[in-house]
């Protein structure tokens, strides 16, 4: 028994066909096929019913998703489907808030992370029970607050510094430390409505 394994990996080295590697080819292409690009929808939908999750979590991150399969794979018997979803350029608001009730953990910590998560959905992780789901939703939270108005040179020279003692304080036992500057936190701007799929 054992030496069969060994037989397998030699002859896969050696360039031998094995019979499942035919299988995981022909899985590879239905994938790539479900990322592609102007694909005809009838085909997506085809390809969002298909049995192999890989080929339904390709579907799910395609930014031109339909709604209607949106919904359908909300309700996926695979997490890994739903947080390809949750965490997709083109998430659907309402199926956000969908997403939001979801029991698994990676799913909630995808839409999190997720630009195209609405604000509400936002605020609703932010008062999640589990620390590090609120956490992630805090911090999408602080970047779109961040990024609504760019502050100007004269508001940052004027703010405190995070973490910073105020002068009654003892002063550090580590000693005067020149200070750091850090670069701005990057912003990405909201996506528009009308724009149309790739």
Same mark, same amino acid.
């Given at each position: 028994?054992?030496?069969?394994?060994?037989?397998?990996?030699?002859?896969?080295?050696?360039? !031998?066909?094995? =019979? +499942?590697?035919?299988?995981?080819? &022909?899985?590879? *292409?239905v994938v790539m096929e479900a990322r592609t690009d102007g694909l005809p929808r009838e085909r997506v939908i085809a390809l969002a019913q298909h049995r192999e999750p890989a080929v339904r979590e390709a579907v799910a991150a395609r930014p031109d998703c339909p709604l209607g399969m949106q919904a359908s794979l909300a309700h996926d018997r695979r997490a890994s489907v739903? !947080?390809?979803? =949750? +965490?997709?350029?083109?998430?659907? &608001?309402?199926? *956000?808030?969908?997403?939001?009730q979801d029991r698994e953990l990676s799913v909630l910590k995808a839409l999190a992370r997720n630009a195209a998560t609405p604000r509400p959905v936002l605020e609703r992780?932010?008062?999640?029970r589990r620390d590090d789901v609120?956490?992630?939703a805090r911090r999408?939270?602080?970047?779109?607050?961040?990024?609504?108005?760019?502050?100007?040179?004269?508001?940052?020279?004027?703010?405190?510094?995070?973490?910073?003692?105020?002068?009654s304080e003892e002063r550090s036992p580590v000693g005067d430390r020149a200070s750091r500057v850090l670069a701005p936190r990057p912003s990405v701007p909201p996506r528009s409505e009308g724009r149309s799929p790739r």
């Open positions: 028994m054992a030496d069969d394994g060994w037989s397998r990996a030699l002859m896969a080295a050696s360039g !031998v066909p094995v =019979a +499942s590697e035919s299988r995981d080819d &022909g899985l590879r *292409a739903r !947080v390809a979803l =949750a +965490s997709g350029p083109g998430l659907a &608001g309402s199926i *956000a808030g969908v997403l939001a992780l932010a008062a999640h609120a956490r992630l999408s939270l602080d970047g779109v607050v961040l990024g609504a108005a760019p502050a100007t040179v004269a508001e940052i020279e004027e703010r405190p510094r995070a973490g910073a003692a105020p002068a």
